[in-house]
């Protein structure tokens, strides 16, 4: 069965810094998709980024961009020039391309923004 | 476009008691899914919706139980709340059936069993 893990349950990062968030994963498929989730206190779930396992290219959205070690099972989230709205839990979440796609979790991490 | 829509937003309940929580999207979505949040345990699936008309328990589905509506609407219910039910509780929709496919979520609802 495939697993998530978020190491860092909190990391903080100075206004207009760079910082980035750890995720690792477990699983044998080789062809796969992971997702980074912003939740604000809103609570409401907000998609950031994706990434194709079959992709060699990072992805990257704006500020947000990944670092994925398809080897080293290791997909990281880097915020670069961060900003107060940035302050959220992140979630990292695996999906298989088969079956019925069920997104597999971590546990998040709590970034807080310093002004 | 209001996406995914959950009411009620918050709600108590005293042991015993049951409840539905309803889940609506309008984004023609064939895929639905209910998700619990407890703290420090991410979000674990409890059931979800391939398509209208099936349903399949997910990681924690005992004491649940769920109603795919028609396509638009799928409905969680708790028969008879426990204090082990206090949560918040997302509902979410994707497209389905494409290796694509993203979820996108409504804003949740806290519940509180005493």
């Known amino acids: 069965a495939q697993t998530v893990t978020q190491s860092q349950p909190e990391m903080s990062v100075q206004e207009a810094e760079t910082v980035t968030l750890s995720c690792t994963y477990d699983t044998s498929e080789s062809d796969y998709y992971l997702f980074w989730y912003k939740q604000p206190p809103s609570r409401q779930m907000i998609l950031v980024i994706r990434?194709?396992?079959?992709?060699?290219q990072n992805a990257t959205e704006n500020r947000f961009s990944v670092n994925f070690q398809k080897a080293a099972k290791s997909f990281s989230l880097k915020i670069s020039d961060s900003q107060l709205g940035d302050a959220a839990m992140y979630f990292c979440a695996y999906r298989s391309p088969r079956g019925t796609y069920k997104y597999i979790f971590g546990t998040g991490t709590r970034l807080k923004v310093l002004a | 476009n209001a996406g995914v829509t959950q009411t009620p937003k918050f709600q108590v309940l005293k042991t015993g008691q049951s409840m539905t929580l309803q889940c609506a999207q309008d984004m023609n979505h064939n895929s639905m899914y209910w998700y619990r949040q407890d703290p420090g345990m991410g979000l674990r699936l409890i059931y979800y919706?391939?398509?209208?008309?099936?349903?399949d328990k997910g990681e924690v589905p005992n004491g649940y139980n769920v109603s795919r509506l028609n396509k638009r609407e799928f409905s969680l219910r708790l028969e008879s709340a426990a204090p082990s039910q206090t949560s918040v509780y997302f509902c979410a929709s994707s497209e389905g059936g494409r290796s694509t496919d993203t979820q996108y979520f409504g804003p949740g609802t806290r519940l509180t069993v005493l």
């Open positions: 990434q194709e396992a079959y992709k060699q």
């Open positions: 919706s391939a398509s209208e008309g099936t349903t």
